[in-house]
């Protein structure tokens, strides 16, 4: 049976989901007008968004390709 994907909040601008050993990331960084939510995946930064649902739309499909 395929693992779940299981949200986490570690903080208020920093959540991820693991599904089994996939891990991603993703992070509000604050910059004015050039904030966004950053989507990581394997350390590595994939993609960067305005909205959060789109980041986490992002990051849920990352965690759970090909499983």
């Known amino acids: 049976m395929p ?6 909040k570690i ?5 991820r989901v693991q599904n089994g050993a996939r891990r991603v990331d993703i992070t509000y960084e604050g ?3 050039q904030s966004a939510w950053s989507v990581y995946a394997g350390g590595k930064l994939v993609n960067r968004h305005p909205g959060f649902l789109d ?3 992002l990051a849920l499909k ?5 499983t």
Not at 3 to 8: G, L, R, S
Not at 11 to 15: G, K, V
């Open 3 to 8: 693992a779940k994907p299981v949200w986490t």
């Open 55 to 57: 980041a986490r739309g």
């Open 62 to 66: 990352l965690a759970t390709e090909n």
């Open 11 to 15: 903080s208020p601008r920093h959540f």
């Open 31 to 33: 910059a004015g007008f």
